[in-house]
């Protein structure tokens, strides 16, 4: 899979958001580890705490790189993952009209990520397989949850025009519908969470 395709940083470039963390995070509580989680070194048992938002889907193989950066961890220790689900997809692409890329996207588990003329291919993951692969990669008491599921039920401008007119009833009412697992798929991400045995 080529993941980037146009406008990628050159090596070495600062990541904007790398330098802000530099600038921001407490030195003595973080460390700030840049690199590919694909290719990065990091000792085993290491860190109390792992994030990947909105990245995993990028890399080559995710289930594999998940079970890399659980070795990461202490025993104990979590991990959050943040990913785009597929269902919602789909289904924002069946509301939109566009039936053919729906099916491949569904057939493929693959998305593209588009912005300012930039595609990134990337993985889709409905919660059990994001659950499945959290297991497998050793975490336990593993959680998933959807989030954003009125951008499925109600579309993306009548979300936003939820959001302006009630703010307060639409994020209680995302935070109640984010809370239930049974939910999860329709979630435009899904965020799951698992603690090393």
Request: aromatic share 4%; glycine share 8%; proline share 5%.
């Amino acid at each position: 899979m080529s993941r980037i395709r146009q406008g990628q940083a050159a090596p070495g470039d600062p990541v904007p958001a790398v330098v802000q963390a530099r600038q921001r995070l407490p030195v003595a509580a973080f460390q700030l580890v840049e690199g590919s989680m694909e290719e990065v070194t990091l000792r085993p048992a290491q860190a109390e705490m792992l994030l990947a938002m909105g990245s995993l889907q990028y890399t080559l193989d995710p289930e594999a790189t998940l079970a890399r950066m659980v070795q990461w961890l202490r025993p104990g220790s979590t991990l959050v993952v943040l990913v785009d689900s597929l269902v919602a997809l789909v289904m924002e692409l069946l509301a939109a009209g566009k039936t053919d890329e729906a099916l491949l996207r569904l057939a493929t588990r693959q998305g593209l990520w588009l912005q300012d003329g930039v595609a990134a291919e990337n993985h889709l993951f409905d919660s059990a397989r994001l659950q499945r692969a959290l297991c497998q990669a050793g975490l336990r008491d593993v959680n998933v949850r959807g989030l954003l599921v009125g951008a499925t039920a109600l579309g993306r401008n009548r979300l936003l025009e939820e959001l302006t007119a009630h703010p307060a009833q639409q994020m209680a009412l995302e935070r109640q519908m984010a809370q239930e697992p049974l939910l999860a798929d329709a979630g435009k991400q899904l965020l799951a969470w698992g603690r090393r045995a």
